[in-house]
């Protein structure tokens, strides 16, 4: 075999290899989703419109699978090499921190609600004070009916200004993430069982009432990883998992460092663009961009440019020299805040 060939068979196949089990990676983590939606829907923690949206996002993505596997083998071979560049460091201990997580399924309260939202004159940008009392004594008669023993649904469909009044409150299981206004989730998720909150204006104006009928408790899926490591193999999760722990240290070190003054300098970029086609052997376009002031941890390679980086170069220059590119007339500036 001549020295090409093998040169060829031991630079590929490892490549090929990695691409292979990061798909993989891809593959169990869709299936996992998609048994956990049908496991709440089964169990009546799911309606089956819900259900059903969140399967056909989980469909979706899955004819993307290949495409989602490269992109993210980019991304984790660069951000690992700016990780090291900026000392960033991902431990066993910080994968296995990350693993539980993932395996940790949150608690979920079965809530209804009882919203009132203020009325609004039409082309005013916030009810009056007259408005906001009215809402509030409607909302607080709501909650003497809910006290003299009329049921949660039959109180939900005459005083609710929403739509969950139309099902009689009901919003069915949610965690702590749920978007709803933060007051009335903390309040909703000290309750006790089978108990109901008091009268809660939110950060939104609007008076809610909360009632819990079902908790199902945290735990942690002791299995998972065996299941994983039957299913694809651990090492190469775990790889997975790493790659995701770096790519979060590299964000919270990029808002760290841009809240911090620091020296800012004015960048240039040349981007080589083969278009859409990709290389050939016409001239690819040439531009050249000024970057204005910022600081130099803020200056990212897009994912497009990185995908781009394998068969071509963009070159980031930062320089606080007087020579630019000859594309641009201004010169290169150095700002520092005092």
Not at 16 to 40: C, G, H, K, P, S
Not at 144 to 154: H, M, P, T, V, Y
Not at 260 to 269: G, K
Not at 321 to 329: G, I, K, L, R
């Amino acid at each position: 075999m001549s020295g090409w060939k093998i040169e060829a068979r031991y630079w590929i196949w490892p490549r090929l290899a990695t691409f292979f089990y990061r798909q993989a990676v891809e593959e169990y983590r869709l299936a996992e989703a998609d048994e956990r939606i049908r496991a709440a829907l089964a169990a009546g923690q799911l309606d089956s419109g819900t259900a059903g949206q969140q399967l056909q996002i989980i469909q979706d993505q899955a004819g993307r699978i290949p495409d989602t596997a490269l992109e993210a083998l980019v991304d984790a071979r660069l951000q690992a090499r700016l990780a090291a560049e900026l000392g960033i460091t991902v431990t066993d201990a910080d994968v296995d921190a990350a693993l539980t997580e993932e395996a940790s399924l949150p608690e979920q309260r079965k809530v209804s609600v009882i919203a009132v939202r203020p009325e609004q004159d039409s082309g005013a940008s916030e009810p009056t004070d007259a408005q906001r009392a009215a809402a509030k004594q409607k909302a607080e008669a709501a909650l003497a009916d809910l006290g003299a023993g009329k049921s949660f649904e039959d109180v939900a469909k005459e005083y609710s200004t929403d739509a969950t009044g139309l099902s009689g409150g009901a919003v069915g299981y949610i965690s702590r993430n749920y978007p709803e206004d933060a007051p009335f989730m903390q309040a909703l998720f000290d309750l006790g069982l089978n108990s109901t909150t008091g009268v809660i204006e939110g950060t939104d104006g609007t008076f809610r009432i909360g009632r819990v009928t079902d908790i199902v408790p945290a735990r942690v899926d002791e299995g998972r990883n065996d299941r994983i490591s039957e299913a694809i193999g651990l090492a190469a999760y775990r790889e997975a998992v790493r790659a995701g722990v770096t790519r979060e240290r590299l964000g919270e070190k990029v808002v760290a460092d841009a809240s911090l003054p620091s020296e800012q300098v004015h960048a240039w970029q040349i981007a080589v663009n083969f278009g859409d086609e990709g290389p050939t052997t016409t001239t690819p376009e040439v531009r050249s961009l000024g970057i204005p002031f910022c600081s130099q941890s803020m200056i990212q390679i897009t994912r497009r440019e990185a995908n781009v980086a394998t068969a071509a170069m963009t070159w980031l220059s930062v320089s606080d020299e007087t020579n630019s590119p000859t594309a641009m007339n201004e010169q290169p500036r150095r700002n520092t805040p005092r």
